[in-house]
């Protein structure tokens, strides 16, 4: 079962924030949060491996309520470079990091 | 990070035709590989399990004789769209990982178009 992002897509405006929430049907052991540029590769952003853990860089972050099973991928000051497509990522079954289901996507496009 | 590479990068075939997509994990060794496809707008699709010296394995829905998977060396897997159609125009996309390593490293990607 792909997990379910919202919102499907978001426009921004340099320096505003937002937020990107991941949702499972089924138990979530590990989220991970990529980036697609168009026509390119997905790019890693950072994986969150328990729940209730938050992790960033810059300034990008991240929380996982597993309880909740439940992912959000937090953007602020966003850059024109944030632009893009994020997928979350949750392994299928509890076998290892390796075979990831994707989320649908939400497209972010931040403009000057 | 780890380096996977792949190739070609851009395909266009005419119909009924094979093409042959390579996956190369270029400084470690990867028991196992990952194909998956990409349509316009759509996220990505996990197609098949490639694993070294044995059987791919498939998800639901993936034809196995019309995409077929060799892993021959812990470096190379590839995939082969036989008998292709323009249904089958797509971005496909190769991911490895590197020993225990949480983190999914990939592949450029390679656009195939049947026309």
């Known amino acids: 079962q792909q997990p379910v992002q919202s919102p499907q897509a978001v426009i921004l405006r340099e320096g505003e924030d937002a937020v990107i929430n991941c949702s499972s049907s089924k138990a979530l052991y590990s989220v991970h949060w990529y980036r697609q540029k168009h026509g390119e590769a997905p790019v890693f952003l950072m994986i969150?491996?328990?729940?209730?853990e938050q992790k960033g860089h810059d300034k990008i972050s991240a929380s996982f309520n597993e309880k909740k099973q439940q992912s959000s991928l937090y953007l602020t000051a966003s850059q024109l470079s944030y632009s893009g497509t994020y997928f979350c990522?949750?392994?299928?079954?509890?076998?290892?990091?390796?075979?990831?289901?994707f989320g649908t996507g939400t497209r972010l496009l931040v403009s000057p | 990070g780890a380096v996977v590479s792949q190739h070609p990068s851009r395909v266009i075939c005419k119909s009924g035709t094979s093409v042959k997509i390579e996956c190369r994990s270029l400084?470690?060794?990867?028991?196992?590989m990952f194909w998956y496809r990409q349509f316009p707008k759509q996220s990505l699709m996990l197609m098949a399990t490639?694993?070294?010296?044995?059987?791919?394995?498939?998800e639901q829905g993936v034809e196995k004789d019309k995409f077929l998977i060799n892993h021959a060396s812990l470096t190379l897997s590839t995939l082969t769209v036989t008998s292709a159609h323009p249904e089958d125009s797509s971005f496909y996309i190769c991911?490895?990982?590197?020993?225990?390593?949480?983190?999914?490293?990939f592949g450029q990607g390679t656009r195939l178009t049947v026309v």
């Open positions: 969150l491996l328990k729940g209730g």
């Open positions: 400084d470690f060794q990867a028991t196992t």
């Open positions: 990522g949750t392994p299928r079954g509890n076998t290892g990091f390796q075979k990831l289901v």
């Open positions: 991911s490895a990982t590197v020993g225990r390593s949480t983190e999914a490293f």
């Open positions: 490639s694993n070294e010296g044995s059987k791919a394995t498939y």
